[in-house]
């Protein structure tokens, strides 16, 4: 090609792109098509997953959820679909970040005092570490309510456990009433989120760890052990005491129950003694001589068997002594 003084003109310059470029621009509102064609068949076809639903808006207000599966909607931003997982646990850590999960769990070393650190009842320091697990009860709440829910979700956990951890003492978070607490924090939270519409279910609240500050453990230590000991003789003092007080109560108790069974069997061996006298003196009265003979008879009976020898003396013998052989100790020959 020859232009004129070899410099080419603007008309020239035309007509060259018309020569090379011709066929592309015959094409070329074709091919524009086509790509918003394949870019509106993109923005039509959407999936949610098993776990998910999807939360449709329309010009950015909502207007319907969507189940899982394949789903198609209106393109080019007419319409948005926000999946929003409803089936997962979510977990929020305070004072402690997990590393990596598994059979054990590893926590980060790094301290978050801002986040752990609390106050109680009777104004000791605590280190106190626990998490919060969540899952969405209504996604609509979740995106319309709240601005951030995860924030919303900490702000709430902190108020909450610091209130609480401020209700009670010291040795009471670390021993005794810590399940009290996960209960009472999961029942708190759970009633300022529904306040605030957040579309938020707490699952659990569970203290990981409370701990004095490292700063005053071994003080700590130090009172936690004088108080163990102090419990220790307190409960051998009681054992000692729950070994001797009731045996002396038993024994005592056997003594009075001894007595008045003695008692009891003296006044009865009387009133049988006295009615028995009664009786023989009412007999006695009626006949006399029988009644008397009867007694003798009777004591004869009762002391004879007893009796190692017996001797049987003539009424009319002055003297027994020549029927006693004296020269024998006690009548019994050695």
């Not at 009133?271 to 009786?279: D, I, Q």
Request: hydrophobic fraction near 40%.
């Amino acid at each position: 090609m020859e232009w004129k003084d070899n410099v080419p003109t603007p008309d020239d310059i035309i007509d060259v792109g018309k020569k090379k470029f011709g066929d592309f621009f015959k094409f070329l509102p074709w091919v524009i098509l086509g790509l918003f064609v394949l870019i509106g068949l993109k923005g039509v076809i959407y999936s949610i997953g098993p776990d998910e639903v999807g939360v449709i808006q329309r010009f950015g207000k909502y207007i319907a959820l969507s189940s899982p599966g394949l789903h198609a909607k209106i393109p080019f931003g007419i319409e948005k679909v926000t999946p929003i997982k409803v089936e997962k646990i979510f977990k929020e850590e305070f004072g402690v970040r997990t590393v990596r999960s598994g059979v054990r769990t590893e926590y980060s070393s790094s301290q978050y005092l801002e986040e752990s650190l609390m106050l109680t009842g009777d104004l000791n320091i605590l280190d106190v570490r626990w998490i919060v697990q969540f899952k969405i009860k209504d996604p609509v709440k979740l995106l319309f309510a709240v601005r951030d829910p995860q924030d919303a979700i900490r702000d709430v956990s902190e108020v909450v456990m610091r209130r609480l951890v401020g209700d009670y003492t010291v040795d009471e978070v670390l021993t005794t009433k810590r399940e009290e607490v996960d209960h009472l924090a999961q029942q708190e939270m759970q009633k300022i989120l529904d306040f605030y519409q957040t579309g938020v279910q707490i699952v659990t609240v569970k203290l990981l760890d409370v701990n004095p500050p490292e700063k005053v453990k071994p003080a700590f230590n130090e009172v936690n052990e004088a108080k163990q000991e102090k419990e220790k003789m307190i409960n051998q003092a009681w054992e000692a005491y729950n070994k001797v007080i009731p045996k002396a109560k038993g024994e005592a108790e056997k003594t009075i129950r001894e007595a008045e069974g003695y008692a009891l069997d003296k006044i009865n061996r009387a009133k049988g003694e006295a009615e028995r006298f009664l009786a023989t003196l009412a007999e006695y009265k009626k006949a006399p001589q029988i009644t008397q003979k009867r007694l003798y008879l009777e004591t004869l009976m009762d002391a004879l068997p007893r009796a190692k020898e017996k001797y049987i003396i003539d009424p009319k013998q002055s003297s027994i002594l020549p029927l006693l052989n004296l020269g024998e100790k006690g009548g019994v020959k050695q």
